[in-house]
């Protein structure tokens, strides 16, 4: 059958596909950004507190990397992932230098699935394991493997009926909405406990590695009580489990230093990362690891080999994304936030459909639910997105000028500006 062809004088955009907005058609088109603000075809601006998918740290068409990427590409664009290239071993030594200092040496990847592919991959031929612990509502990526091990119903309804990898993964509860407790002392112990009572009885041996983000990314910016990560770092060590910390958000300034484990005050053994490395403006991951890890991976070789892992033209982008963060977005990040955290939490106590609002630097939740029922609008197991007032409150907010994410499961909005962000723009967003 023939292809229909595209006549470019009539119609340009294939159809949109439905997503976050309003369920229309009319899904802006973005065709240009500066800094904060993107532009759609007619012109419209818009304020992205997404930074698209909390990814784009360093703002919108920031010139320092777009020269960077050009000089890289002018000079060579390719070298392969076994080659040894100046960019690539530049932008390895620059993440020792701002990494936790549990980390010692950097293989790439390609996005954060891949990159949490890899960690996991590692860890289970390193520990001779293969249980993975991880969470529910927690988001690792789209991969058979990462879809496997991530906790989001939505992202699992493409794998439980054909995947047979599911076994490995065993799943701990979201830590606010599952244990009750009076103080976030007491829900950090209760988590903690759980836990170890997990490990213990799948039998310590069998578990290679524990996979958590350090600050709950696309499921609403949930941060973990006090005290709840220094038990979980005990536990891994007593058990010996591998603390894989996923910082593919949370990484490159979003929560005010330079990774999220700094800020929780975590020491993982793995560390994987994408978005921010390169405030996406082109494609590259990456996962540290420890001394040990280290010594294996040179001793027995481990290498997935990815054409495109660790690709120059990315590692172009990410030293020059590091140099923008260093230069002055960390310290906005850390300046800002408090404005946010101010203004965020205004709603919660003018609206009584706003639950809770929670976050880190400059990644928020909003967290919405009935208030005569106490419960979200949506229960997660049967939302369905037309009938969902969060998709409604993103639809106006989009029609006033302001882009926000939408929490999975879908009973809150995300709000994560570039860290460019001035106090002017958070009021008016
Ligand atoms: N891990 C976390 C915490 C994420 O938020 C994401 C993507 O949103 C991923 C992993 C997967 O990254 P990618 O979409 O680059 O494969």
Redo the contacts with the bound molecule.
């Keep these: 059958m023939a292809m229909e062809r595209l006549d470019s004088e009539t119609e340009t955009t294939p159809t949109a596909i439905p997503h976050w907005y309003d369920g229309d058609d009319d899904i802006p088109t973005i065709v240009d950004g500066e800094d904060v603000t993107v532009y759609d075809s007619e012109g419209t601006a818009y304020l992205d507190f997404q930074s698209q998918?909390y990814c784009v740290n360093a703002g919108h068409s920031n010139q320092q990397i777009i020269d960077a990427i050009a000089d890289q590409l002018a000079r060579i664009p390719y070298v392969s992932s076994g080659k040894h290239n100046d960019t690539r071993n530049e932008l390895r030594a620059r993440l020792l230098e701002v990494a936790p200092e549990s980390m010692a040496q950097t293989l790439f990847s390609i996005?954060?699935?891949e990159a949490?592919e890899t960690a996991v991959m590692l860890a289970r031929e390193y520990a001779d394991a293969s249980k993975v612990l991880t969470r529910w509502h927690s988001?690792?990526?789209?991969t058979y493997g990462m879809a496997s091990l991530t906790g989001d119903t939505d992202t699992r309804a493409y794998i439980e009926p054909h995947a047979t990898t599911t076994g490995n993964a065993k799943f701990l509860p979201p830590i606010p909405e599952a244990f009750d407790a009076e103080t976030p002392e007491e829900l950090a112990e209760k988590a903690a406990n759980h836990l170890e009572f997990v490990i213990r009885n799948e039998g310590p041996d069998t578990i290679a590695a524990l996979l958590t983000?350090v600050v709950a990314?696309?499921s609403g910016a949930y941060t973990a009580p006090p005290g709840y990560f220094e038990r979980v770092r005990e536990i891994c060590d007593e058990y010996d489990i591998l603390l894989i910390a996923?910082e593919?958000?949370t990484g490159f300034g979003r929560t005010g230093e330079w990774f999220g484990a700094q800020s929780e005050g975590i020491q993982p053994d793995l560390m994987t990362f994408?978005?921010g490395l390169t405030s996406s403006y082109v494609p590259l991951?990456g996962v540290m690891m420890n001394d040990d890890l280290a010594e294996y991976v040179a001793a027995e070789g481990f290498d997935v080999g990815q054409t495109f892992a660790g690709h120059p033209v990315g590692c172009a982008a990410a030293l020059a994304a590091m140099d923008v963060y260093e230069d002055g977005l960390l310290e906005n990040t850390r300046e800002v936030a408090p404005r946010l955290e101010s203004r965020l939490t205004d709603l919660e106590e003018r609206f009584d459909v706003v639950s809770s609002v929670h976050g880190r630097g400059l990644h928020w939740g909003v967290a919405f639910a009935d208030p005569e029922a106490d419960e979200p609008f949506v229960d997660p197991r049967v939302s369905d997105e037309d009938d969902n007032p969060v998709e409604t409150v993103l639809s106006t907010a989009g029609e006033n000028g302001a882009l926000f994410g939408m929490g999975r499961p879908n009973t809150q909005i995300i709000v994560s500006p570039p860290l460019c962000v001035t106090e002017a723009e958070i009021d008016e967003a």
Excluded: R, T
Aim: no cysteine; glycine share 16%.
């Design positions: 998918l996005s954060g699935s949490n988001y690792h990526g789209a983000e990314g696309s996923d593919v958000i994408a978005k991951a």
